[in-house]
């Protein structure tokens, strides 16, 4: 069965409302929340980007049942993987293990800021695996050390950690890292209905969950929808590897100058109250081979949205 779930915008809106969505969101009946974890937004109009780890504690004390996942931590670069599985043992156990973990090979923009070099994917993807080892091991509750070509752990223990390993999912945008995720993860994470990466994750032998993320902007008008968007996340319409590329948010608001409007409105984005639309996005991602599919309304209009959900979508596509 498809779970149905809202993304926690963290570079849209600060703590406080975030975790007042999260509530709103089970009260209308999603299945589950995605929070972002970053430490710059991609360009200034969003204008937050708190730290997801507290937020969460947040969330916890204002839910009861909804799953709640974060969509993707990088847990290579700028925290050490001994203290993201701290926070991540911690989170899980206040949860009641209603938690899953992304994990991702993650983006300059937040990654950087230690002065760290920033490496090639192949390189990423190396580091992302024995960072998961190392959590891993930690959150057996046992005195861990480990002496690897990225991370050296002398004598930890995490002494609060839950019953059960955290679910941790993968992040995969193409092929070969969801053929990756099927040996490392314990399902795929996924931006957008790409149905060769949930394809790919499958024939590898990728049994666990398949999450996506779709990106939404309702408003009374279609206008109205793409000024929002193209206002709040001009960074959806930039192309290739420059998401991962990209240091700073200044620089995105330079690669954004070259998105036009029409960009949005022909782009991938669905905007506008028809339902319809947003209905037919969610089946699309269905139909490619997702069972938990999440959509993230762009700009400030949140309550609207969540209604607009509530009343004429998740009836529709359950």
């Known amino acids: 069965m498809t779970q149905f779930g809202y993304t926690l915008s963290s570079e ?48 916890a004390t204002a839910t009861d049942e909804i799953e709640v996942g974060v969509g993707v931590t990088c847990p290579t670069m700028r925290i050490h993987p001994v203290n993201v599985a701290h926070a991540v043992a911690t989170v899980d156990v206040m949860f009641d293990d209603w938690f899953t973990f992304g994990v991702g090979t993650g983006e300059n923009l937040n990654e950087h800021v230690t002065g760290e070099r920033w490496p090639e994917h192949d390189v990423r993807l190396e580091m992302l695996e024995e960072s998961m080892e190392v959590m891993r091991k930690l959150w057996t509750g046992q005195t861990t050390s480990h002496h690897g070509e990225h991370y050296t752990v002398e004598n930890a223990r995490l002494y609060t950690v839950p019953d059960d390993q955290p679910t941790t999912i993968a992040s995969a945008f193409g092929p070969q890292t969801a053929r990756w995720a099927a040996d490392h993860g314990d399902g795929i994470w996924c931006s957008g209905p790409k149905g060769e990466v949930v394809e790919a994750y499958r024939e590898a032998g990728g049994e666990g969950p398949a999450y996506t993320q779709l990106h939404m902007c309702y408003a ?33 608001q330079q690669a954004a100058q070259l998105v036009e409007r029409e960009d949005i409105a022909e782009g991938s984005t669905v905007t506008g109250p028809d339902p319809d639309a947003h209905i037919d996005s969610i089946e699309q991602a269905i139909d490619a081979g997702y069972d938990h599919v999440y959509v993230h309304q762009i700009g400030p209009e949140q309550e609207q949205a969540l209604e607009f959900y509530e009343e004429e979508v998740l009836p529709a596509v359950r």
Not at 12 to 27: K, S
Not at 30 to 50: L, M, N, R, Y
Not at 226 to 249: A, C, F, M, R
């Open 220 to 252: 009374s008008s279609e206008d109205e929808a793409v000024d929002t968007v193209y206002e709040y996340w001009p960074n959806g319409s930039i192309p290739g590897e420059l998401g991962q590329e990209l240091p700073t948010p200044a620089h995105f």
């Open 12 to 59: 849209e809106h600060g703590p406080t409302e975030l975790v007042e969505y999260a509530r709103r969101a089970e009260e209308i009946g999603f299945d589950f929340v995605s929070i972002s974890d970053h430490f710059h937004p991609w360009v200034s109009a969003q204008g937050e980007s708190a730290f997801v780890w507290s937020t969460l504690g947040g969330i």
